[in-house]
């Protein structure tokens, strides 16, 4: 039995990384999915590879800090397939980085939009209209950056990203009694676009690598797997969490 069989899920930030690899794992397991983010020729790739391998698939394009996407993922979704079962969250940006006594004004409230705001107008909408199907999960990607520890220069990304769990909580004490969980996974390092921005030298990357227990990055497939598990009814006694999916970088006493 497929574990997210005849369930709808909205996955954002899909064009790449984590978001990528979840909706084609999402897609595997059954789920009809409705993939956003900004870039459009990704993003039809995906739902290419998708219903070649037998899945279910649409793409909307759009801004997360914006609130007319959000909501029309939510129609796409219900207009397509009637219902919605699932969200991830997962659309992120580095922010501007740099010395924080340096950092414009308008660099981290485009980290907040994007990473905060953006993930709370998602859950906006989506849980409203879970609440009509009796249910469902939510899902956001937070960092360990801001959490375990964080690295100099990221005040934008650790503060925009830390606002999650408490949204996460907030959230999962408020819709629980309508059987609305939601949860965030904080990675580590995963080996991504934006990781690889973050850390363009073999020196950086063994750097990064050589701070978990591991002793190396994440493959976003990992990630994918561990939302999986709290998107499906396996998790169903799960809220309110930020569950660590670091290799054990939380651990290392960095």
Partial sequence: MKRLANKVAIITGASSGIGYATAKLFAE???KVVVG?????????????????????VALTGDVSDEAYAKALVVKAVETWGRLDIAFNNAGTLGEPGPSTEVSAEGFANALAVNLTGAFLGAKHQIAEMLKHGGGSVIFTSTFIGYSFA???????????????????????????????????????????MYRDMNDTPESQSFIAGLH?????????????AVLWLASDESSFVTGTASLVDGGASITGV
């Fill in 213 to 225: 227990a591991l002793k190396r990055v994440a493959r976003p497939e990992e990630l994918a797997r």
């Fill in 151 to 193: 690295f100099p220069g990221t005040a934008s990304y650790a503060a925009s990203k830390a606002g999650l769990i408490g949204l996460t909580q907030a959230l999962a004490a408020e819709y629980g009694p309508q059987n609305i969980r939601v949860n965030s996974v904080l990675p580590g390092a995963v080996d991504t676009d």
């Fill in 29 to 31: 397991e059954g789920a």
């Fill in 37 to 57: 983010a900004r870039r459009e020729d990704e993003l039809s790739r995906l739902v290419d590879e998708i219903k070649a391998a037998g899945g279910e698939a």
